[in-house]
């Protein structure tokens, strides 16, 4: 079935340091993937998208690539900080209009 | 924030009894959501909207009514509550059909509703 998921479910990062979360999507035919970030007590927040005619997209101080061949998709944070911290979703489109959200990674960032 | 006001934010309601929750956009936006989102299963689609009266049902839309009389505003209906319906309920907006290219969900922040 349709599946997005999270390679890991939490992930620990020293100030200053560069953050990669990932994500695999199961539907080959997703042509459209959206990362957001979800801090405590807040709704979900846009970061970045990528469409599937792309093999990377770069936003500030993020950076998405996707490798379509292994259904790959992952969040690159530069110069993590504090403010980081929260939880990371990747979502997938199968059909138009349609969004398949994945769980969520936690992103820590120690001081 | 995309000019998205939930209210309210935290509601808490006893087992039969109706709840409605309000969702209110400034951006105009045609199309509005309403997700659930419970541990283990992410963010769910219950009902959405594609403009005034024109509502149609998610994956788990079993329990819930909305509706759809301003552009601005998307109510979520839960008839009578039960506890499984215990949850954090998120509101969404987008220019287009969610999920086509550079038409992004914006989410409100969310409103915690325990049925007791």
Same mark, same amino acid.
Not at chain 2, 37 to 49: A, E, F, K, T, V
Not at chain 2, 62 to 86: C, H, I, P
């Given at each position: 079935?349709?599946?997005?998921?999270?390679?890991?479910?939490?992930? *620990?990062?020293?100030?200053?340091?560069?953050?990669?979360?990932?994500?695999?999507? *199961?539907?080959?035919? *997703?042509?459209?993937?959206?990362?957001?970030? &979800?801090?405590?007590?807040?709704?979900?927040?846009?970061?970045?998208?990528?469409?599937?005619?792309?093999?990377?997209?770069?936003?500030?101080?993020?950076?998405?690539?996707?490798?379509?061949?292994?259904?790959?998709?992952?969040?690159?944070?530069?110069?993590? &900080?504090?403010?980081?911290?929260?939880?990371?979703?990747?979502?997938?489109?199968?059909?138009?209009?349609?969004?398949?959200?994945? &769980?969520?990674?936690?992103? &820590?960032?120690?001081? | 924030?995309?000019?998205?006001?939930? #209210?309210?934010?935290?509601?808490?309601?006893?087992?039969?009894?109706?709840?409605?929750?309000?969702?209110?956009?400034?951006?105009?936006?045609?199309?509005?959501?309403?997700?659930?989102?419970?541990?283990?299963?992410?963010?769910?689609?219950?009902? /959405? #909207?594609?403009?005034?009266?024109?509502?149609?049902?998610?994956?788990? #839309?079993?329990?819930? #009514?909305?509706?759809?009389?301003?552009?601005?505003?998307?109510?979520?209906?839960?008839?009578?509550?039960?506890?499984?319906?215990?949850?954090?309920?998120?509101?969404?907006?987008?220019?287009?059909?969610?999920?086509? /290219?550079?038409?992004?969900?914006?989410?409100?922040?969310?409103?915690?509703?325990?049925?007791?």
């Amino acid at each position: 079935g349709e599946s997005v998921g999270l390679h890991l479910p939490t992930l *620990s990062v020293q100030e200053g340091d560069n953050s990669i979360i990932n994500c695999a999507y *199961s539907n080959s035919a *997703s042509d459209y993937f959206i990362w957001y970030k &979800q801090e405590s007590g807040k709704g979900p927040q846009f970061i970045i998208d990528i469409r599937s005619n792309m093999d990377k997209r770069q936003g500030q101080r993020v950076t998405v690539l996707l490798n379509k061949t292994v259904k790959h998709l992952s969040l690159q944070i530069a110069a993590t &900080q504090p403010g980081d911290s929260a939880v990371y979703f990747c979502a997938e489109t199968p059909i138009p209009g349609k969004l398949i959200f994945g &769980q969520g990674t936690t992103l &820590q960032v120690k001081p | 924030d995309a000019g998205i006001t939930q #209210s309210p934010r935290h509601k808490v309601t006893e087992t039969g009894t109706p709840v409605t929750l309000r969702c209110h956009q400034t951006e105009n936006h045609r199309y509005m959501y309403w997700y659930r989102q419970d541990p283990g299963h992410g963010l769910r689609l219950i009902h /959405y #909207s594609y403009g005034v009266k024109d509502t149609d049902k998610g994956e788990v #839309s079993d329990g819930y #009514s909305v509706s759809r009389s301003k552009t601005e505003d998307f109510l979520l209906t839960l008839e009578s509550a039960t506890s499984s319906q215990t949850s954090v309920y998120f509101c969404a907006i987008s220019e287009s059909a969610g999920g086509s /290219y550079n038409s992004p969900l914006h989410f409100g922040n969310g409103t915690r509703l325990t049925v007791t």
